[in-house]
């Protein structure tokens, strides 16, 4: 008797799919622009470089990460999943900026996927941009929402304390 197993992955991206996605990443960083923790040119920059990263297809996660005056930490993960696996279509928001405290500082951190083929011309890219290469993701958080289109996605988990 022969037994024979296969496996298959499908990769839902797209560059439409993609910037569908980003729509609501936009619509999330101009909450945080309304809220005066960013200005609103700068936000279109950050969104903008993260766009060009995920058309590149080198972004495993970003996050949008808060630091209050106490030092306790907070943020927005945003995990990009192309595998078909994100079904879920929220609109942006589902936070309140307005409750942390003033003086909570924002920034935003970027994780590759390991073997990205494009990743260092996108590292160069955003280096040019103003980026560094000293993040560190935050770990732990619960998922609060997806940003979806037709399977590609971007899975949104909320760390620490809101």
């Not at 700068?42 to 209050?68: G, H, K, S």
């Not at 997806?146 to 760390?159: L, N, T």
């Amino acid at each position: 008797m022969t037994t024979t197993r296969t496996a298959t992955h499908a990769n839902t991206f797209t560059e439409a799919r993609a910037r569908e996605v980003m729509r609501q990443v936009h619509g999330d960083f101009m909450n945080w622009a309304s809220a005066g923790f960013i200005g609103r040119e700068r936000a279109q920059q950050i969104v903008d470089d993260l766009e060009y990263a995920v058309l590149q297809q080198v972004v495993e996660t970003f996050q949008v990460q808060l630091v209050r005056p106490d030092g306790e930490p907070a943020g927005l993960s945003y995990a990009i999943r192309d595998d078909g696996s994100i079904l879920e279509e929220s609109k942006a928001g589902g936070f309140n900026p307005y409750n942390l405290p003033t003086g909570t500082k924002l920034s935003v951190c970027l994780q590759y996927r390991a073997n990205a083929a494009k990743r260092w011309e996108v590292d160069a890219y955003l280096l040019r941009r103003g980026w560094q290469n000293n993040g560190q993701l935050l770990e732990g958080g619960a998922r609060d929402r997806a940003y979806s289109q037709d399977g590609f996605g971007a899975e949104r988990i909320k760390i620490g304390a809101w």
